[in-house]
């Protein structure tokens, strides 16, 4: 009790589960491991990881870009200050649907 079961370190480890478990190794990949730690499968190499990271990080770019494109043509940072019901008034916008948008700016 209290000794580690294997020498490898990893950035995530999830349960075990049937004598394996899926980690995330320090270079960002991701593997499936047995209870010693012995690579069963790659999963996603560091070079996959990092490509659909950089796909990920462009469509994030997007969604924000059309979320303040969005908040531009509404008029909502003319009607900033203001409260709920004022703001929704001046965008045109229903309150809930309003709530929505204000995270994304």
Not at 14 to 22: D, K, S
Not at 37 to 42: K, L, P, Q, S, W
Not at 64 to 90: D, H, I, M, R, W
Request: glycine fraction near 6%; hydrophobic fraction near 45%; proline fraction near 5%.
């Amino acid at each position: 009790l209290g000794h580690p079961k294997y020498n490898r370190r990893f950035q995530v480890v999830e349960p075990f589960y049937n004598g394996q478990a899926r980690v995330q190794c320090w270079n960002g990949s991701w593997q499936v491991i047995n209870e010693l730690a012995e690579t069963v499968v790659e999963i996603a190499s560091a070079r996959e990881v990092d490509a659909f990271a950089a796909v990920s990080a462009d469509l994030v770019g997007f969604w924000k870009t059309q979320t303040l494109c969005a908040a531009v043509e509404l008029g909502l940072f003319e009607a900033l200050p203001g409260n709920l019901e004022s703001v929704a008034a001046t965008t045109q916008l229903r309150p809930e649907r309003l709530m929505r948008l204000l995270p994304g700016v």
